[in-house]
């Protein structure tokens, strides 16, 4: 039965990646044109002050910089930022309206950001004269070997009844190591891939754009994770041996736990949620949408992404 449910499951997924393909072909095809054109990098700004630990409130607008904070690099021709002294380097990224991508990378030898805007009807929007990227803003905070990479995405326009509107923002971050993440988003998806640490994620959907989360990692998860979206499906993607306190909800989809291998204690399905403790883990992990369906895999963790939204 359980191996007839999990075929049904594998064939139900791969019809819903077909029926994505299309409608998310020319966008592929535009994130693909621009992916190895060096505008797009964003500069990183580097300052060796201590870096506070993120916060949902953000600082001051009148907050002064520190005294040795580097100057933004040449936005014309970013350097790509090495983090080889880095024993441990975590991710803050928030993006008003848009999608984040999150790569972790171990062959990668410098952090890369690249960073694209849409207008309201899907266009590209063109880089400034002078080479800038002004719908993200990237720092690069380090001290004693600790590094915090914060990113922020945001751009306003003017759409077609002269109104101002945001524009899409499309986030690809490359790290070669990454412990912890942190992601406020909002009206698109966010996908994290082998990432590893503490997950926080964040985000919102609309009626014309889910704010679906993805996290597929070949690390073992063991310590607090929240996944939260407003609108969207949430999508748990672990490697056997991971741990942890699970808490799935969906007042209006599926919650779905599916471990093939691990012990698992305290199963309880609800009408509307899972609870159960996976190898006696202490850890917290919820996932919780408004609207979608929530699953969880304990298997092979880098197989394709079942949205095929990148």
């Known amino acids: 039965m359980t191996v007839a449910i999990d075929r049904a499951l594998t064939q139900h997924l791969g019809h819903l990646r077909h029926a994505a393909f299309g409608a998310c072909a020319a966008l592929a095809l535009l994130i693909t044109a621009c992916e190895t054109d060096r505008r797009y990098l964003a500069p990183i700004a580097q300052s060796s002050a201590p870096a506070p630990p993120p916060v949902d409130s953000p600082a001051p607008a009148d907050a002064p910089a520190p005294a040795d904070a580097a100057p933004p690099a040449d936005p014309a ?15 803050d990224i928030e993006n008003a309206n848009g999608s984040v991508f999150v790569e972790v990378d171990p062959k990668a030898t410098a952090i890369s950001i690249r ?79 082998n990432v590893a640490g503490a997950l926080n ?4 959907g609309t ?15 063991s310590d607090p994770t929240s996944l939260i979206t407003s609108r969207g499906d949430i999508l748990l993607r ?5 741990k942890g306190r699970f808490e799935l909800s969906s007042p209006s989809g599926k919650t779905e ?23 006696g883990g202490e850890n917290k992990v919820e996932l919780s949408t408004q609207r979608g369906a929530v699953r969880v895999e ?13």
């Open 298 to 310: 304990v298997r092979n963790p880098m197989t394709h992404s079942a949205n095929h939204m990148y």
């Open 238 to 242: 672990i490697a056997p041996g991971s």
């Open 201 to 204: 994620v964040e985000n919102a």
């Open 207 to 221: 009626e014309n754009r889910n704010g679906d989360i993805e996290v597929r990692t070949s690390k073992v998860l």
């Open 77 to 91: 021709a970013p350097t790509p930022v090495t983090v080889a002294e880095l024993a441990v380097l975590a991710l």
């Open 115 to 193: 960073a694209k805007a849409l207008d309201t009807w899907g266009r590209l929007i063109p880089i400034p004269a002078d080479g800038s990227l002004p719908w993200v803003i990237a720092e690069l905070n380090t001290d004693e070997g600790r590094g915090v990479l914060r990113v922020a995405g945001s751009y306003q326009i003017t759409d077609s009844d002269g109104q101002p509107a945001p524009a899409f923002v499309m986030l690809r971050v490359r790290v070669p190591q990454c412990e912890g993440v942190r992601v406020r988003n909002a009206n698109g998806s966010v996908e994290l891939i």
């Open 257 to 279: 736990f599916l471990v093939r291998s691990g012990k698992v204690d305290n199963a309880m399905q609800k009408l509307t949620s899972y609870q159960a403790t996976l190898n």
